[in-house]
């Protein structure tokens, strides 16, 4: 982190409160143990092993969960929270892909099923993953 404000770091930030929101966890949380404070550093390891995405969901969620939902925003909060700046998406990226997400179909299924439901984004490029998206809906409303 540069200590500089930009649109990447933003974005950063906004990764930051998906995560607060999928994790039901604080950014800072001081009452946890050491390794547990920083949400951003606690949670690397599960962000970057999808078999381990459905260890993020809030607990209060007991496991009912849409899990290709769950896994598109933990690849959506991933991007956004990416140590360089310059491999974040762009916000409308995120905004389209996040759209994309909110408008489908979903069901609440126990989390064990995080991991045997592909995903429809592409691991690791949700802005190639985004702007994939951008066409689809652009060509369905005839802009692109």
């Not at 995405?53 to 849409?66: M, N």
């Not at 984004?121 to 802005?127: C, D, H, R, Y």
Request: proline residues 6%; hydrophobic residues 40%.
């Amino acid at each position: 982190m540069s200590g500089k404000l930009t649109l990447k770091s933003d974005i950063y930030s906004f990764g930051v409160l998906l995560l607060e929101l999928i994790t039901g966890r604080r950014a800072f949380d001081y009452s946890r143990t050491r390794a547990e404070q920083n949400l951003v550093t606690w949670s690397r390891p599960f962000l970057n092993d999808r078999r381990k995405f459905s260890q993020l969901a809030d607990p209060s969620l007991q496991g009912h969960y849409p899990p290709r939902a769950f896994h598109q925003l933990v690849v959506i909060t991933s991007m956004c929270l990416q140590e360089q700046a310059h491999v974040r998406p762009i916000i409308a990226d995120v905004v389209v892909a996040l759209d994309h997400v909110a408008s489908q179909a979903y069901t609440a299924e126990p989390n064990s099923k995080v991991m045997n439901s592909p995903p429809s984004l592409p691991s690791g490029n949700v802005a190639g993953a985004a702007s994939s998206i951008r066409r689809s809906v652009g060509k369905g409303f005839g802009i692109m």
